[in-house]
C-alpha cells in the first residue's frame, strides 16, 4: 500500500470509479463522495488518510459517526454479533456495592461515561445509585453525535426525571476533549466530602484502540487517586475460542464495513477475513484486496492518493482480548491496580474495576 500525494485524478469525476489496466489487473479508483467529508472534520479525515496509509487501518472508532451508527438505532443486535454491548445491563448493577466498597465513603458519586453508546449498560448502575440518593451526576462524551442522539433518547425513556441533569457531550476522549467530562472541580476534596468519580469504559470501548495503552495512561492522567475505573470487556477464559470467530458473518457486519463504503471502495473489490493475532491477543476483522484500488482524497484542495495492490489487507475491526494476567499487567504499566474482577453471565464477559497506583 502506497501513498502518492499527487495521483492525477482530474480528467474524472470526482466521486465515480474510473478503471485503466495496470499489468493486466483493472485499477479501481475511487475518491470519497461528500457524505464522508459531511461525516469527518478535517482533523478526523487527516487521522483516517494517516491510518490508511502507515497502519493499513480505518480507525473503527470512526465508523460510530455517520451510517455507521445505525446498526444501534434498533437494539436489535444478536449477542453474539461484533457490534453487540458486550455488558448486559445487569452486570454494573449486580456488582453495584463492591464498587462503592473499593472508594472512600463518599455521600455521592459522580459517573463519568466514556464512550456510553446506547447508554443501556449503564442504566442499572444509574438506577442503583439513584434509588440509594448517592448519584452526583452523570456525564458522558462519545465522538459520535448520532450515538449521542440515541443516548439521549434512552436516558430521557429510562430516567424521565432525572435525564435533565445528566450531560451528554461530544469530543474524542483520547485527546484533549477529554477535560470536558474529566475536570479539577469535580475532583474529591481532601477532606473526602466531594463526589468519587466512577469513571467508566463499557463494552470493550478502550480495545477496539490501535493503542490502549496509550488510552489508558491518558484517561489515567486526568484522573484524582480518588477515583474508580470500571471497564467491561470481553476475556479469554482459557476453554474457549476468542468470540465472534464461530460464524463467518461476524466478517460482515455493516458497521465494519461502514468506512469502506464511505470511502467509496466497492464491496467486490475486497474479500473480508475474521481471525485471531495471537502476538497482540486481538480478534480482527480485515479487508484483503483483490483488485488494485486508489482512493485519492481531497485535502483543501490538495489530493493525496492511497493505493493498495491485490493481496493487500485493511484492518477494519480490532477488540484485544486479553487473559486476567495480561489484563493485570496492562493495568500495572499504564498506572491502575486491579481490584475486582467479576464474570458476567456469559463466561467471557468480565468486569474490571482499578484504582489509581500501582
Ligand atoms: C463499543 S461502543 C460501547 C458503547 C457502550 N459503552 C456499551 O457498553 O454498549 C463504543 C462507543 O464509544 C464511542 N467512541 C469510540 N471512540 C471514541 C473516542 N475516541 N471518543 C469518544 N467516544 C468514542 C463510540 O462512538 C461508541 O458509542
Redesign the pocket.
Known sequence: MTLTPNFDMDQFPATVPYYRTVAGASLCAVSPDEAFYRTYSAAQVDAIIGSLAQHAEFPF?LT?LGSGSESWRDGGLSPTSAAA???PATLLERHAEQLLALVPPSPSIQVV??????T??IHGLLRHLLGRSRLAGYRA????AE?LELARQNLRTAFPHDADRFELCR????GPDLAQVLIAKDEPHDDDSGPVRFVVM????LY?FAEPDRVLRHVRHAMSGHDLLVL?LRFDTGVDQPPLMDHSGSATKSQHRAGLDLLNIDRSWYVTETGFDRDRSEVFVRARFVLPVAVTFDVDGARRTVSFEPGDTLLVWRLFYPDRSTLVDQLDRNGFKMRLFQFGQGSQVALVAATPGS
Open positions: 472508532s460510530y454491548p458486550i455488558a461515561d466514556l464512550g456510553p453508546g446506547t443501556r449498560p462524551i462519545d465522538i459520535s450515538m469530543g474524542d476522549f483520547t463499557a463494552g470493550g470501548t477496539n467491561t
